[in-house]
């Protein structure tokens, strides 16, 4: 397992398979072990799969406090400069599609094209961002453990959880997992992002936006505004599954993103300094 220094954090990612490359970037309060059967596809369908922790997550170094969206954005570049790489699919889940908007805010040139699974653009309401800070106490508090078992069925469909124990079991091992200071520092920081709708019609590059059909946390509503917003966009919804569609249906969803990655033009030079 490969590891990088950005700043003070050592971030730990998986480089898997040769091309173009497609960056995979996780959400809360998981790891990028959620990408594995993406990673396995893309590695053996003629792409670069690089799947970092973001800092406070899985074997990355623990960030306490607050960390915005757009330190895990900087990382992202940071680790893309150290790999070579100028250019990349971006691909994001949840919090890590909201990392996938700043990163485009922040780095639109270095975009070939956006994944947006299961994510949303608005920022949080009063009431919301409350919330957030007041989950972060418990999490310092209390642990994940009981956090990890009450957001799980809002985190899988009830038929996941029904038919595919192990899919449930593995997400709610992920969730245990996390460090509570990491996970507390997302979720403050979180709550102060941007509202990034007024972002999605500057974004010329493709864009495919998926939704779980049963997603409770980022419905289909949500993806519908991201789906308008951006004028390249392809919306998919993936029957069977919530909030996680790419382990609880990942067929279905690696189905969409080979699709739509053969849909790509060509890329250009991916090398800096190319």
């Not at 690089?50 to 990355?60: E, F, V």
């Not at 409350?130 to 009450?150: F, I, P, Q, S, V």
């Not at 997992?177 to 010329?204: E, K, M, V």
């Not at 059909?213 to 993936?238: H, K, M, N, Q, W």
Request: proline content about 8%; aromatic content about 6%; glycine content about 10%.
């Amino acid at each position: 397992m490969p590891r990088w220094q950005s700043g003070t954090a050592a971030i730990a990612y998986d480089d898997q398979g040769e091309g173009s490359p497609v960056v995979l970037v996780h959400g809360h309060p998981l790891d990028r072990s959620m990408w594995q059967p993406q990673i396995t596809w893309l590695a053996g369908h003629g792409f670069r799969a690089i799947a970092p922790d973001l800092r406070g997550y899985g074997q990355s170094s623990v960030q306490s406090g607050s960390c915005t969206l757009d330190v895990f954005a900087r990382d992202i570049a940071g680790l893309l400069d150290e790999l070579g790489l100028g250019q990349a699919v971006i691909c994001g889940l949840s919090m890590g599609g909201q990392i996938a908007l700043e990163f485009t805010r922040l780095y639109p040139g270095r975009v070939r094209a956006l994944v947006l699974a299961d994510t949303s653009a608005p920022a949080d309401t009063e009431d919301g961002a409350r919330g957030r800070h007041a989950t972060a106490d418990r999490l310092l508090a209390d642990g994940m453990a009981g956090y990890a078992a009450e957001v799980l069925p809002k985190m899988i469909s009830a038929r996941t959880i029904a038919r595919q124990p192990s899919v449930a079991a593995r997400v709610l091992e992920m969730m245990r997992a996390a460090d509570p200071a990491g996970a507390a520092a997302a979720l403050r920081g979180r709550s102060a992002r941007p509202d990034y709708r007024p972002l999605l019609p500057a974004i010329t590059v493709p864009a495919l936006v998926v939704v779980g059909a049963e997603d409770e946390f980022t419905p289909l509503p949500d993806a519908r505004v991201l789906a308008a917003g951006i004028a390249r966009s392809a919306l998919t919804v993936v029957p069977g599954a919530g909030h996680l569609p790419n382990l609880e249906q990942p067929g279905t969803f690696n189905h969409a993103l080979a699709d739509f990655l053969a849909g790509l033009t060509p890329a250009g030079p991916a090398r800096i300094g190319a």
